[in-house]
């Protein structure tokens, strides 16, 4: 596998080149991640060009609605789906509503559903709320240590009453990569279906769907270098079976029962942009053409290597201090390059004024990650440091955060 061009990947990025940043190390992509110049680009044009009702017969609406489809088949080509297992929404936590709604309709007092105590809010609460109309909720938990789902855990929660899993393919916290093949496995013999929230996973290489096995999976596009939408692979049985939340007569249109929020056309058509980069991405670093599923495998590989790279001597580095506990795994191989730090000695505020002042852009509270801070015996309103980079990330802003961090700390 070819090393990541870094210099190649960061004249990707607009914001590597904005004056106004340039004295800032990002290190709050969890949060949201700088978007690539295609996506930048393909926004401006559609307002400039086409911002007008999309899918008519004259020339500017009809480009409209074919760089809206141009983006849902070219991302689902790069996540091994069928296109119309693409919905696009406003959000995850939106989109995730939703889909509580429609289950909301269709379970039956006495069925049970599993949710995580590691999860972000956006795919927990929703779910727990289900409990208002006779479902059973029960609570997979994380250790309170390790802060690990473990899958043997699952095994007790599940029965033939189970009709679906909620989990993070990886949490904002804790940032253990949990094995969602497996996990899926488990729940579908079950006779469940699974929801994954991938958003804390996807910046880091899109995963393939079909080695997943989850019957939904959602992410946020503002988080995998994007513009600010959720998108939401959900499988067409599924699909098909759930009821429509969106306007009646769009019941049987897959790509809109799911998503009753007008679209967003102009975002939507720049999300194609996150393609463009990969396709980009790949041309750079490979010289056959292969197709997008496979793209992606490759690219995916690209990204999660360099991040390895550089998570290695971060975590060794946080490591050696006796100052901070570090959430979550030390061992790159299996977690996320989003490190959530509680400090022993000062607030987590304090330590983030710190490093603000010398140049980092961190994050610091419970990251709508409530239950999981709790859980690990943190205090939410206090909250926890988090650092988060991607693959653009350069071995100098990781120094550069090391040293604020011996400064702040
Ligand atoms: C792991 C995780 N899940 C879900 C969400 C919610 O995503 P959105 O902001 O698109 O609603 C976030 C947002 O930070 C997140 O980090």
Redesign the pocket.
């Known amino acids: 596998m070819p090393a990541l061009d870094l210099s190649y990947v960061r004249a990707q990025f607009p914001a590597f080149t904005e004056p106004s940043l340039k004295d800032l190390a990002f290190f709050e992509n ?3 991640s700088y978007a690539c110049g295609p996506v930048i680009e393909r926004l401006t044009r559609f307002y400039r060009e086409t911002k007008v009702q999309p899918y008519g017969p004259f020339p500017a609406s009809k480009r409209a609605g074919e760089e809206m489809d141009e983006a849902r088949a070219r991302l689902a080509g790069y996540l091994n789906v069928a296109t119309d297992e693409v919905n696009f929404g ?7 509503y939703v889909l509580a709604q429609a289950f909301r309709e269709m379970l039956m007092p006495g069925d049970e559903i599993v949710v995580t105590n590691q ?5 927990t609460g929703v779910w727990r709320r289900l409990a208002e109309g006779g479902i059973t909720v029960r609570e997979w938990q994380i250790d309170p240590e390790s802060g690990r789902l473990d899958p043997r855990d699952l095994d007790g929660l599940l029965s033939e009453k189970t009709k679906l899993v909620a989990f ?1 393919h ?3 916290v804790v940032a253990h990569l949990n094995p969602v093949a497996e996990i899926c496995a488990k729940a579908h013999a079950a006779g469940a279906v699974t929801c994954v ?1 991938g ?2 996973y996807a910046p880091h290489g899109f995963p393939d769907m079909k080695a997943l096995g989850a019957d939904i999976y ?3 596009l ?2 995998t270098y994007g513009p ?1 939408q ?1 998108l939401m692979v959900v499988k067409r049985a599924l699909a098909e079976r759930l009821p429509n939340q969106a306007h009646f007569f769009n019941a049987g249109a897959l790509t809109k029962k799911l998503t009753p929020a007008g679209p967003d056309h102009a975002q939507i058509a720049a999300s194609a942009g996150i393609a463009d980069y990969f396709d980009a991405l790949h041309a750079h670093h490979y010289k056959d053409a292969v197709d997008a599923a496979e793209r992606g495998r490759r690219v995916h590989d690209l990204l999660r290597g360099q991040e390895k790279a550089l998570l290695a001597p971060l975590l060794d580095y946080l490591r050696q201090r006796n100052d901070i506990r570090v959430l979550g795994p030390s061992d790159p191989e299996v977690r996320a390059p989003t490190v959530a730090i509680l400090p022993k000695n000062k607030s987590a505020d304090a330590v983030l004024q710190g490093l603000t002042q010398r140049g980092i852009g961190a994050g610091a509270g419970h ?3 409530y239950r999981v801070v709790k859980a690990l015996g943190c205090d939410p309103d206090a909250g926890v440091l988090r650092v988060s980079f991607v693959h653009y990330t350069a071995p100098e802003e990781i120094e550069k955060l090391m040293k604020a961090l011996d400064a702040s700390l």
């Open positions: 969890a949060g949201g406003p959000s995850t936590s939106q989109n995730s999860d972000h809010e956006a795919n993070p990886c949490s904002n929230d958003v804390s959602l992410f946020s503002y988080k600010h959720g990251f709508y990650g």
